[in-house]
């Protein structure tokens, strides 16, 4: 009898969460935050955290105190204060808007749609092409949550569970199966099989 996994009934019922998740090398990419109050604080304060050298311009007439320190310390962020225009955008690889105007917000997404350039527009799902997700990091280990925009409350608890449960000797864990990997010799497949049953018994002791 043929067995499904998860994946195969992901797909044929087309239920669940469908976003699919990725990791953006935040160094390479040019970044624009449409917005300098508490959200835009929030959004600028969640990209660093995570990648201190993203290269980011923050437009807004007003900017935080925080902001403006964070620019103090991190030579990729930049600060312009002036009101947003639809030129703003030439040359953003990925936007924010995260400012308290719906409708100034809706005008960024229309102009990163018209634009084909990948918009988050705070608060309203609907109208993103993508989430900041909530993320627990052990080191070189990243996890990032998703509930598919329905509670970012839920999602930070769920964080704060892994941050809980996972072992603080975790990356030491991950820096020696690094090495591992790095003197396996052979192919591709050779090593991922090699590794594969390595990492076997990380489960079989989780039981």
Known sequence: ???????????????GNELFPVFFRMDKLQVLVIGGGAVGTEKVGALLKNSPRASVHVIAPEISKDIVAWAEVHAGLKLSYKAYESTDIDGADLIIAATCIQELNARVQADAKQKRILVNVADTPELCDFYLSSVVQKGDLKIAISTNGKSPTFAKRMRELLEDVLPMGIDEILQQLNQIRNKLKGDFEYKVQKMNEITKTMNEDSK
Do not use: A, H, L, Y
């Not at 009898?1 to 239920?15: A, F, L, P, R, S």
């Open 1 to 15: 009898m043929e067995v499904k996994n998860q994946t195969d009934n992901n797909i044929e019922n087309g239920k």
